[in-house]
């Protein structure tokens, strides 16, 4: 089981910006898609954005272009810079890792994003 633990998350104003991370351990890192999900109170856990090992990136409709999900492979660990929040933006985010091998992806704790109108 991957271990990851995020930080960053808190409070913004609507069109600031606020930046995840998430560190990954007792893994081979480099063989993991590694994502970010949100989830609204009452919502099912949405994906937001995925980075495959190579760093190819993929994000939900509402997000691209706000959003940028970088990855360190020599640090173990991603990003989720968030700009221009919205209201919207407001939930619960997991970090989230997964590889073919693997049965079951793995996640982290949340953090909470809260963005004020």
């Known amino acids: 089981q991957v271990q990851l633990v995020e930080s960053g998350g808190g409070s913004a104003q609507s069109g600031g910006s606020l930046s995840l991370s998430c560190v990954a351990s007792?893994?081979?890192?480099?063989?993991?898609?590694m994502g970010w999900y949100r989830q609204h109170p009452g919502k099912e856990r949405d994906m937001v954005a995925l980075i495959t090992p190579e760093g190819s990136a993929e994000y939900e409709d509402t997000v691209n272009g706000r959003f940028t999900i970088p990855r360190d492979n020599d640090q173990n660990i991603i990003h989720l810079q968030m700009n221009s929040l919205k209201p919207e933006d407001s939930a619960i985010y997991y970090c989230n890792a997964k590889a073919n091998y693997v049965r079951h992806p793995s996640w982290g704790q949340g953090t909470q994003v809260i963005v004020a109108s």
């Open positions: 007792d893994v081979r890192f480099s063989d993991y898609t």
